[in-house]
Each structure stands twice: as C-alpha cells, then as structure tokens.
Nanobody, 123 residues
Framework: VQLVESGGDSVQAGGSLRLSCVVS????????MGWFRQTPGKEREGVAV???????TYADSVKGRFTASKDNTKNTLYLQMSNLNPEDTAMYYC???????????????????WGQGTQVTVS
C-alpha cells in the first residue's frame, strides 16, 4: 500500500491550498483516511479524520477553514484549506486505517499506512 500526498506549497496568510492523497495497492476494506500535520519539535496532530460513518472530525484550530473529502472511486483524499495562517505551517501527512480501529483525531488509532508528507508554508 502506498499513500502519496501532493499539493503543498508556500502561500501568503489568507491564501488557500488543496492537498491530495492518493492510495494505491491493496488496503483494508472498509478503510478510513485522515490528515495529520507536524512541525519540528512538536508531536504529530490530527487535522481532519474520517469516521466510520464517512463524516469527518476536525481539529478545533481548523474548523470552518479546512474541509476534507474523499473520492472512493479515485482512492483519493483531499484537504481544502482556506484562510491559512502561519500557524498552519507544517508537514502534512495522510494516513489510512481500518475504520474499526479509528479513534477520531487520536494518533494512537492510526497505526496503518502513512504517506511521506507534503510541506505547507504560510508566511
């Protein structure tokens, strides 16, 4: 299984970006996906994760600004980010996990597959 993120870039505060994560290879069925981010010296944190019912749970810091979506026909997860601020600067990772194992934004519930990350820089 391979997860490949794309779409990271350097943008000015107030700008927007759309991240994508494509899953290839055999994976769990059903599987949930999520977005996480990490800055140097800090723990990786959940940003937007899919729950077993197909809805997404968001971190408080991104509610109202970020929207996650998933296209099962393309095995792709998206993260539309708007009104970006410098605190959003991080490496963004996507993850895939059995939906039965997912525990919301808690990283412990995401022990499956991870991508290599895509850098988002907001200045």
């Amino acid at each position: 299984v391979q997860l490949v993120e794309s779409g990271g870039d350097s943008v000015q505060a107030g700008g927007s970006l759309r991240l994508s994560c494509v899953v290839s290879g055999s994976t769990y069925r059903p599987y949930c996906m999520g977005w996480f981010r990490q800055t140097p010296g800090k723990e990786r944190e959940g940003v937007a994760v899919e729950e077993g019912d197909g809805t997404f749970t968001y971190a408080d810091s991104v509610k109202g600004r970020f929207t996650a979506s998933k296209d099962n026909t393309k095995n792709t997860l998206y993260l539309q980010m708007s009104n970006l601020n410098p605190e959003d600067t991080a490496m963004y990772y996507c993850a895939s996990e059995r939906c039965a194992a997912v525990t919301g934004l808690d990283l412990l519930g995401w022990q499956g597959y991870w991508g290599q990350g895509t850098q988002v820089t907001v200045s």
